[in-house]
């Protein structure tokens, strides 16, 4: 008897609830994702659903330890109920030999949907992963796959077009997760004390592509703030709160730019701000002033929320924003899936809320 691989699959290899998926691109028909644990990068992936009024997709997931696995899925063909699978993988030439043979494993992820999975750096071979890929990226036009054994095997094939530019999409935003990561630990060494002593904890709620979104609590439960954040690769920082009061416009990059400002007295910077490509000279004058949050050093702009026609609301629809010390000195931020982030921010404040003084 055969079944069809949703309805065979059980719990092998199960999705944690605590791994978040973020989209955060697309490559042609392919759908490029990251995973966080616990808020840690945890890898990333490419998906592909064809059109099919069966459930037919294909995933390659790097894993957070380095291993590559892909998967497959096609609900149209059936398969025994075994919970592995005597499997061959040919790139175009059904005929040629396997470049990897094993045993595909049955797995399930935490939204029930079942996937058909070879660990490829652990097939019947050896080390077969770069040979694979290469053959999959460099010209592929076809991925078969041979699941059982002899004339009985139940053969798929999944088309491969675009499948070089969305895997390098892949593995570039798996190597910005972790460099991010790795710039923040680097930044908050040591404010967890200092976090600790002022009584907030901080939580990592989700992370829409390029941003991080936080919230903070203070006491039992009571939230004090949500903070959405993004690394540049430049080593500028940009950086929005909201509070019980205000809205908090952070940012940090060249701190030799400031001098430049003109009427800058002290820890106060007055600077203007362009939501645009370019310096049209209809910027927003503000006063900003540099401050020490838990050892890191901030330009900080604050604006209280119920002052009608605040900033808050001009950078949710902006692209770019620079801040502006003189002519020939700026900071310049790319505003990219900022929207996105400030709608986990809103779905933030609305679950954990209201913010507490």
Not at 219 to 229: C, D, T
Not at 346 to 351: G, I, P, Q, W
Request: hydrophobic share 40%; net charge negative.
């Amino acid at each position: 008897m055969k079944l069809t691989l949703t309805a065979l699959i059980l719990a092998v290899g199960l999705l944690r609830a605590d791994i978040v998926r973020n989209e955060i691109a697309t490559k042609g028909d392919w759908t490029i994702a990251s995973f966080t644990e616990n808020g840690k990068p945890a890898g990333a992936e490419m998906l592909r659903t064809f059109p099919s009024k069966h459930e037919v997709h294909l995933r390659l997931r790097l894993a957070k330890d380095g291993s590559v696995q892909l998967d497959a899925m096609n609900s149209e063909l059936g398969l025994g109920d075994a919970k592995t699978q005597p499997t061959e993988l040919r790139v175009d030439h059904l005929d040629a030999k396997p470049l990897w043979s094993g045993n595909g494993t049955a797995v399930e992820d935490a939204d029930g949907l079942g996937w058909l999975r070879i660990n490829l750096d652990k097939g019947g071979d050896g080390e077969v992963t770069e040979s694979v890929l290469k053959a999959m990226m460099e010209g592929g036009k076809t991925l078969n796959l041979a699941i059982g054994i002899g004339k009985n095997a139940t053969k798929w094939k999944f088309d491969l077009t675009g499948t070089k530019a969305a895997y390098n999409a892949m593995w570039d935003a798996n190597q910005k997760a972790t460099d991010d990561a790795e710039h923040k630990d680097k930044n908050s060494a040591g404010a967890g004390a200092d976090a600790l002593a002022s009584g907030l904890v901080e939580h990592e709620y989700a992370r829409p592509g390029d941003w991080a979104v936080h919230y903070y609590t203070k006491g039992p439960k009571k939230l004090a703030s949500a903070s959405m954040i993004r690394f540049f690769d430049n080593t500028s920082t940009l950086r929005m709160s909201i509070d019980a009061t205000h809205f908090h416009l952070d940012v940090a990059g060249d701190w030799k730019a400031i001098e430049t400002a003109a009427g800058k007295k002290g820890k106060a910077v007055p600077v203007s701000i362009v939501l645009s490509e370019l310096d049209d000279g209809n910027g927003l004058s503000e006063n900003a002033n540099l401050i020490d949050d838990e050892g890191d050093k901030w330009l900080r702009i604050s604006q209280p929320l119920d002052e009608p026609g605040g900033l808050q609301d001009l950078i949710r629809n902006g692209k770019r924003m620079q801040i502006i010390f003189s002519k020939n000195a700026k900071w310049s931020f790319d505003l990219k899936g900022s929207l996105a982030a400030w709608q986990k921010v809103d779905e933030c404040l609305k679950k954990f809320g209201p913010i507490t003084k």
